[in-house]
T-cell receptor, first 112, second 115 residues
Framework: GEDVEQSLFLSVREGDSSVINCTYT??????LYWYKQEPGAGLQLLTY?????DMKQDQRLTVLLNKKDKHLSLRIADTQTGDSAIYFC????????????FGGGTRVLVKP | GAGVSQTPSNKVTEKGKYVELRCDPI?????LYWYRQSLGQGPEFLIY????????DSGLPNDRFFAVRPEGSVSTLKIQRTERGDSAVYLC?????????????FGPGTRLTVL
């Protein structure tokens, strides 16, 4: 969706950290989401952050939110080959955030 | 606990035919969503149901697309007179309720190919 933008591709070595970036335009969003999609599969909810937070950590995942710049990032520590997938950020729109607007996805390739 | 399920997983049809795609949401989830994902893109919203009623169908591309949820659980997305441009993965999601902060959980999708 044109309201949410992500870089297309990220290559990272196993054991390194990955950082996936996302920018959005709707400043009224109260939550922002990260989903993971493996080949041929649906979307798996990874994590989400409330808009009044700057950071949220969940095991190897760290979400950073810069609300002023409308910039969201997902950091994956100690990246594993199983982390190879497409990652989507999603901005909920409409009443109660029922309509998720997705970025185009960032394909992450983890090299051994 | 079962997640969202969708059938069939793959559907190949010919241009002009009618297709139905089915979604079984997570038990107890009152809100149900349909999205369409074209190759190399993120999913795009089509329609969502709160209970039995379509609360927002603003994403349906034209009147060939229709969806129902007659008993407030299973939903069927119906596409009439299919066109090659309808080829995509159709994703269904459900949510405990249509409230801020409750996330949507997705099924594996139905890959539709129109020849």
């Amino acid at each position: 969706g044109e309201d949410v933008e992500q870089s297309l591709f990220l290559s990272v070595r196993e054991g390194d950290s990955s950082v996936i970036n996302c920018t959005y335009t709707d400043s009224s969003s109260t939550y922002l989401y990260w989903y993971k999609q493996e080949p041929g599969a649906g979307l798996q909810l990874l994590t989400y952050i409330f808009s009044n937070m700057d950071m949220k950590q969940d095991q190897r995942l760290t979400v950073l939110l810069n609300k002023k710049d409308k910039h969201l990032s997902l950091r994956i520590a100690d990246t594993q080959t199983g982390d190879s997938a497409i990652y989507f950020c999603a901005d909920p729109k409409g009443a109660a955030g029922n309509k998720l607007t997705f970025g185009g996805g960032t394909r992450v390739l983890v090299k051994p | 606990g079962a997640g969202v399920s969708q059938t069939p997983s793959n559907k190949v049809t010919e241009k002009g035919k009618y297709v139905e795609l089915r979604c079984d949401p997570i038990s107890g989830h009152t809100a149900l969503y349909w999205y369409r994902q074209s190759l190399g893109q993120g999913p795009e919203f089509l329609i969502y149901f709160q209970g039995t009623g379509a609360a927002d169908d603003s994403g349906l591309p034209n009147d060939r697309f229709f969806a129902v949820r007659p008993e407030g659980s299973v939903s069927t997305l119906k596409i009439q007179r299919t066109e090659r441009g309808d080829s995509a993965v159709y994703l269904c999601a459900s949510r405990l309720d249509a409230q801020e902060g409750t996330p949507q959980f997705f099924g594996p999708g139905t890959r539709l190919t129109v020849l």
